[in-house]
């Protein structure tokens, strides 16, 4: 490849960003009408594509053109409003464009001296998100990669606290010989904040299973026994949105219990905790405030494009002493809100920008309206479907998800894979209760009444011709 050595931005540059960009609405208008999968799958991709290291350079736009050419014939429909599968938002275009910019600009949001837009508008964001999800107003709160990053976050928080109240400094010794932390986690919790306990340093064999009913919501009695029999105050963690069933833990029962016991309650909620911006669904949460440190996604219910999320800590001193690096040419700690201060991470992408497209479009009525109208299609769903013989709900449906299952766990089997193989539409596997289910997460910006119908033809059709 020649070097320009007069122009910043070349020809070649310029046609292929535009390309880039023009190539982003053409796959955003073709989305209601595109197959919701791959066209081939991991194998029959790598076959066509080829791994060897280019030994010479390329056009820039040329790049960019084999890229959208070769990609899309391995891309799944995660941003289509006809993907039910996994819990996944939809990316929606404004944060898509504001992403483009975050890139375009590439500021390292570290440091708010090195970039002060970025650190002001991304403080903005996580006060409008601490205002809509109903937590204390003054909490600490870290822009992250995911839940997964912000439950692992909030729990090496809960971590170095309740070591300290015991007057164990973990950042000078460590976890050896340390006091030991009890932690308790549902037996129906995702798997992310289990693994945060290991990252943490905890161990997940030596964690507590707390039992669950059959939605999945601890049972109080348990934790109570459980609490009782602590020596050392606990690490609780709780969830807000079950992803099979969608439901929440007993927050106003638990957390008073749990914060007699001298412990801390870490909450994942995902996407489950975005329902405490809707007034009319708080009931289903109610507590859920009074907890030490809660895990959310932005890429979820927010529709943000990957990857976002926060961890909140109502002690900002707490997540700030447990996850700042700071090195001595830095100013010091709480002089200024420090991005990096409240993340894992030092150098990354400025990735609350998005988000706050997103919030500045919908405003906070149009979040609640997306969020009602999710729930409300969850509920048509699961009414519709379970007039069909054969086919039954298997929870209550509270919130977006929804759990189906055929006669038999082969049956679901059979019924799924013949709707994925169609590609009309696309919902994903689960287990519950120890049955095979076809697991449905409405979540979509874009998904409406169509979408909801199509998918309800595409069950019935699949459970009647299988
Ligand atoms: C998706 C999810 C997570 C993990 O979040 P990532 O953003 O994928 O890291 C954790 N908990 C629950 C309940 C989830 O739905």
Redesign the pocket.
């Known amino acids: 490849m020649e070097r320009s050595e007069t122009l910043p931005l070349s020809d070649d540059d310029r046609l292929a960003m535009l390309a880039a960009a023009r190539e982003a609405i053409t796959y955003r208008a073709d989305l209601k009408s595109s197959s919701v999968k791959p066209e081939l799958r991991p194998a029959d991709f790598a076959a066509n594509f080829d791994t060897s290291l280019p030994d010479k350079g390329a056009s820039a736009t040329s790049v960019i053109d084999d890229l959208i050419e070769v990609a899309s014939k391995g891309l799944q429909g995660h941003a289509s409003s006809r993907f039910f599968g ?2 996944c938002g939809g990316s929606m275009p404004v944060g898509t464009a504001a992403d483009f910019l975050v890139t375009s600009w590439g500021q390292n949001a570290a440091s708010s001296w090195e970039s002060p837009s970025v650190a002001v508008i991304e403080q903005t964001v996580c006060q409008w998100c601490l205002e809509l999800l109903g937590l204390p107003m003054d909490s600490g709160v870290g822009i992250v ?5 912000a ?1 692992t976050q909030g729990i090496i928080a809960a971590r170095d606290t309740l070591l300290k109240r015991q007057g164990w400094d973990v950042f000078e010794d460590g976890l050896f010989g340390a006091p030991d932390i009890p932690v308790m986690i549902g037996d129906a919790a ?1 798997s ?2 289990m693994a945060g306990v290991r990252y943490a340093g905890l161990g997940l064999g030596r964690a507590t299973r707390l039992a669950t009913d059959d939605q999945g919501r601890i049972l109080i009695d348990t934790l109570r026994a459980e609490l009782q029999a602590c020596k050392n105050p606990p690490m609780v963690i709780l ?1 807000a ?3 099979n069933t969608g439901a929440f833990d007993p927050f106003a029962e638990a957390i008073p219990i749990i914060h007699d016991a001298g412990g801390w309650v870490h909450v ?1 909620g ?3 905790l975005w329902a405490n911006a809707v007034p009319g669904m708080q009931d289903r949460l109610a507590g859920i405030d009074g907890a030490d440190s809660w ?1 959310v ?1 932005l ?2 219910w927010l529709n943000a494009p990957y ?1 976002a ?1 926060l961890c909140i800590v109502r002690d900002r001193s707490a997540l700030v002493s447990s996850m700042s690096a700071r090195g001595a040419y830095l100013p010091g700690i709480g002089e200024t809100w420090e991005p990096s201060d409240s993340t894992l991470e030092l150098s990354r992408r400025a990735r609350g920008i998005p988000s706050f497209a997103i919030i500045k479009h919908l405003g906070a009525d149009g979040i609640r309206d997306m969020i009602t109208h999710h729930c409300a299609l969850a509920t048509y769903l699961a009414d519709r479907l379970s007039q069909e013989p054969g086919i039954e709900i298997m929870n209550e449906v509270v919130l977006n998800q929804v759990a189906i299952a055929c006669e038999t766990d082969d049956k679901t089997g059979k019924v799924l894979e013949r709707i994925q193989e169609k590609a009309r539409v696309y919902p994903s596997h689960g287990e519950w209760k120890g049955r095979q289910i076809i697991r449905v997460s409405i979540i979509n910006h874009a998904t409406d009444h169509a979408d909801i119908d199509l998918l309800i033809e595409e069950i019935l059709d699949a459970n009647r011709n299988e």
């Not at 990669?145 to 990053?149: K, L, P, Q």
């Open positions: 996994y819990v990669s995911g839940a997964t990053v439950n995702h992310a904040p969830q949105g079950q992803i994942d995902a996407f489950g895990a996604d890429h979820k990857d999320g």
